[in-house]
């Protein structure tokens, strides 16, 4: 399972403590609780704060919590069936994690990370046109996905589009610049265009 190996998709880091990054305001409210801003705010932010990183701890930090807020759903049900996924596939019960996968797409088709996941197993089937599929429609959803990107990278340099892959490396680099898959595999890509061009 080459594929599930590389990509970070069941990588979930328990949430740390993220410093607060410059420029965002944290407004003051009546209570004494904490403000605690909606997941979109928050995705937004460590996004960002992803970007801007200065080292690879840095940027585990802010990747663990965006996995964290990207495989959460509103739906319990949705929430049941990723964590459920995660297990099957840790076990390496792919035909458990295919049928809870499919349900969550089902269910709702606007998850992104469903999508993602469920490319995983389209690729190990050796389904690439459909992981491809997949992962466009993730990414449609949630453009900075940095393991869909380094996904489709994959995904293309075995259907043999090296350029598309070396397009797909370099936007999970943009949005994660630590990614060690998209990393290695943009060196591979960068290598292989270098010996067709000479």
């Given amino acids: 399972m080459r594929f599930l190996r590389?990509?970070?998709?069941?990588?979930?880091?328990?949430?740390?403590?993220?410093?607060?990054?410059?420029g965002v305001v944290t407004p003051e409210?009546?209570?004494p609780t904490i403000y605690d801003p909606p997941p979109?705010?928050?995705?937004?932010?460590?996004?960002?704060?992803?970007?801007r990183s200065g080292s690879v701890e840095e940027a585990a930090r802010y990747e663990g919590e965006i996995y964290l807020i990207m495989t959460r759903n509103a739906s319990p049900t949705i929430t049941f069936l990723m964590e459920s996924a995660s297990v099957a596939l840790n076990a390496q019960d792919k035909e458990a994690a295919r049928t809870a996968l499919t349900s969550i797409t089902e269910l709702d088709p606007s998850f992104a990370e469903g999508l993602?996941?469920?490319?995983?197993?389209?690729y190990d089937d050796g389904d690439y046109v459909q992981a491809e599929a997949l992962l466009k429609r993730a990414l449609r959803l949630e453009?900075?996905?940095?393991a869909a990107w380094t996904g489709l990278g994959l995904v293309r340099e075995d259907?043999?589009?090296f350029r598309g892959a070396q397009a797909a490396y370099r936007e999970a680099l943009f949005y994660h610049p630590y990614l060690d898959g998209a990393k290695r595999g943009l060196i591979r890509m960068e290598?292989?265009?270098?010996?067709?061009?000479?």
Avoid: W
């Fill in 6 to 22: 590389l990509l970070p998709f069941l990588l979930i880091l328990p949430a740390g403590s993220i410093p607060i990054t410059p």
């Fill in 29 to 31: 409210v009546d209570n």
């Fill in 40 to 51: 979109a705010q928050k995705l937004n932010t460590y996004f960002e704060a992803l970007a």
């Fill in 116 to 122: 993602a996941r469920l490319a995983t197993i389209a």
């Fill in 143 to 146: 453009p900075r996905h940095f």
């Fill in 159 to 161: 259907l043999g589009d």
């Fill in 191 to 198: 290598a292989r265009l270098d010996g067709l061009s000479l």
